[in-house]
């Protein structure tokens, strides 16, 4: 059992910064992916950025390539993400999760990910 808590969202001009973090309790180290997606109101959940546990790769969504970065502390059990150059269409609930069995589709697919922290809220003003 894994259990996700996300925190770190707030309120922040276009252009600004933050970053997200996702406190992990529960063994980590078999999930294939550690993930963070968002959804905006009315809009499907989207993945916005992964780490491949068992190789290191980092994935990220083509909208946030080159703004976004995640990263992992194995020693914390801790998933962050970096946030940078952020625009309005980056307003969302962010979400962290983790795939543990074995991927039957793109990281990018939520429906596959069997765990799931409570999101944390992300508003970027023009």
């Known amino acids: 059992q894994i259990q996700l808590e996300e925190s770190g969202g707030g309120s922040v001009e276009a252009g600004g910064s933050l970053t997200l973090s996702c406190a992990a309790s529960g063994y980590t180290g078999r999930s294939y992916y550690l993930s963070w997606f968002r959804q905006a109101p009315g809009k499907e959940r989207q993945g916005v950025a992964a780490?491949?546990?068992?190789?290191?790769?980092?994935l990220y969504a083509g909208s946030v390539q080159g703004r976004f970065f995640i990263s992992q502390d194995n020693a914390k059990n801790m998933l962050y993400l970096q946030m940078n150059s952020l625009k309005p269409e980056d307003t969302a609930m962010y979400y962290c999760a983790a795939l543990v069995s074995a991927p039957r589709a793109s990281w990018m697919d939520p429906a596959q990910y069997e765990y799931w922290g409570q999101g944390t809220q992300v508003t970027v003003s023009t």
């Open positions: 780490i491949g546990i068992r190789n290191g790769r980092t």
